[in-house]
């Protein structure tokens, strides 16, 4: 993943990686996380935090977009 990714982009990457992994609990093992918060992140019940972030290789950024009709 290359360019700026969305919630959703993200959480397609952490499927596909889970999936490779052969589960939840395997992935959520070898990143050192709890396998019902890697699943209450693939159910959108919890935002991906910073360490599910890292071990997708990734980083949280905040960007601002201009507003049709601003100053």
Not at 1 to 14: G, H, I, K, N, R
Not at 37 to 46: H, I, K, Q, T, W
Request: net charge positive.
């Amino acid at each position: 993943m290359t360019a700026p990714a969305d919630t959703t982009a993200v959480l397609a990457l952490l499927r596909e990686r889970v999936d490779a992994a052969g589960s939840q609990r395997a992935w959520a093992s070898a990143h050192g996380l709890s396998h019902s918060y890697v699943g209450e992140v693939l159910r959108g019940s919890r935002a991906p935090g910073a360490r599910v972030l890292q071990a997708l290789g990734l980083r949280k950024s905040v960007t601002f977009q201009p507003v049709e009709g601003g100053r």
